[in-house]
């Protein structure tokens, strides 16, 4: 299987997914970076390590079918299986959604259906919630609404600022979104309507429980 990133800014998500890439931890060829921002660093990541990069800029399309009609064309001649939004900026048309039907992830900052949008960390912390936490879902045409993969959850502490928050998400993040594309890639993830259901693997059992042991992302509070 091939897939590429879609990333719009730093690319830290995509970091941590091409290390995984790299141990093996995900067992699929990162044969693309896409991004709408020639600015983005994720770019610059995907390049120093020899991966093939695209950008298409919004501005130069006259509307978004058209975009992502010329995504498309891009996708197939590299011939990417599956799609990875990490921290992906832009909304994509139904028409695409439907071309990659179930074969689209995504992660965001908070736990959804709360804080949806773009500003997810911000929005938990302004809130004043006493849990916060990432999602990571695949995507369908309403915005980050598709069914769940994995969550995780954690205590706010009411030390917390906006800059310790968001270092503890995307701590989290970048060992969870390896983990959820790694069972998606090896076909452990059913879905059924809005459900889920991580199957476990034959051989070793106990692997699948892992996957969503919450201990296993615990992240300290801050002291
Ligand atoms: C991540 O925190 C991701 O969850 C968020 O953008 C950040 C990208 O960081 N995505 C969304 O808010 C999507 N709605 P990165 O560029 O360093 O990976």
Redesign the pocket.
């Known amino acids: 299987m091939r897939f590429a990133v879609f ?8 970091q941590a997914i091409i290390e995984a890439v790299q141990k093996g931890v995900i067992k699929s060829e990162l044969a693309l970076v896409f991004s709408d921002n020639h600015k983005a660093f ?1 770019l610059k990541r995907a390049q120093a390590v020899g991966i093939k990069t695209l950008c298409l800029e919004r501005k130069d399309y006259v509307s978004p079918q058209s975009y992502d009609r010329d995504l498309l064309i891009y996708l197939k001649e590299a011939q990417i299986d599956f799609i990875v ?5 832009r909304l994509l048309t139904p028409f695409f959604i439907k071309e990659y039907y179930q074969r689209i992830l ?4 908070a736990l959804l259906p709360a804080f ?6 911000k929005d938990t912390f302004t809130y004043g919630v006493k849990v916060a936490g ?1 999602t990571v879902h695949f995507v369908d045409d309403k915005i ?1 609404h598709g069914p769940i993969i994995l969550q995780q959850a954690f205590k706010v502490s009411h030390k917390e600022t906006l800059e310790s928050l968001e270092a503890r ?2 701590k989290i ?1 970048h060992k969870f979104y390896p983990k959820a594309i790694a069972l998606f890639v090896e076909g452990r993830l059913k879905i059924r309507g809005r459900k889920v259901t991580i199957l476990e693997r034959s051989a070793s059992p106990s692997v699948a429980k892992d996957a969503v042991d919450q201990k296993e992302f615990d992240s300290p509070e801050p002291s």
Do not use: R, T
Request: proline share 3%.
């Open positions: 990333a719009s800014g730093q690319g830290s998500n995509l994720a939004l990490a921290g992906f900026m995504n992660i965001h900052p949806k949008g773009m500003q997810g960390i990432v980050d998400i995307h993040e």
